[in-house]
């Protein structure tokens, strides 16, 4: 399956965005949907995982309460709002996609970067 996430920028903290990641492929095939993020100089860490086919969510400590994850089985999408952002949400967000053959998250998109200025 082939990811292409979109939707990130510069803005202040307090602000919103919404990411999105458009799935093409074999879609009929994802288990599950996943946002991770690499801020600057640490590693990657997992934001917000959705399966595709219940919509049973799960959030990093972090962002639970601020950003919320869905999914468009529909249009094979899946988007990430963020609210209340603050600076240490900074970083490349990457989507990704775990597969229904196992072996967790594969197939990954390009990254969009989120900076987040105080």
């Known amino acids: 399956v082939q990811l292409q996430a979109s939707g990130g920028g510069l803005v202040q903290a307090g602000s919103s965005l919404r990411l999105s990641c458009a799935a093409s492929?074999?879609?009929?095939?994802?288990?599950?949907m996943g946002w991770f993020r690499r801020a600057p100089g640490k590693e990657r860490e997992l934001v917000a995982t959705?399966?595709?086919?219940?919509?049973?969510?799960m959030y990093a400590r972090p962002v639970k309460g601020r950003f919320t994850i869905s999914r468009d089985n529909a249009k094979n999408t899946a988007s990430l709002q963020m609210n209340s952002l603050k600076p240490e949400d900074t970083a490349v967000y990457y989507c990704?996609?775990?597969?229904?053959?196992?072996?967790?998250?594969?197939?990954w998109g390009q990254g969009t970067l989120v900076t987040v200025s105080s």
């Open positions: 990704a996609a775990q597969m229904n053959d196992g072996g967790g998250y594969k197939s």
């Open positions: 492929g074999r879609t009929s095939s994802i288990d599950a």
């Open positions: 959705i399966t595709w086919d219940e919509g049973f969510t």
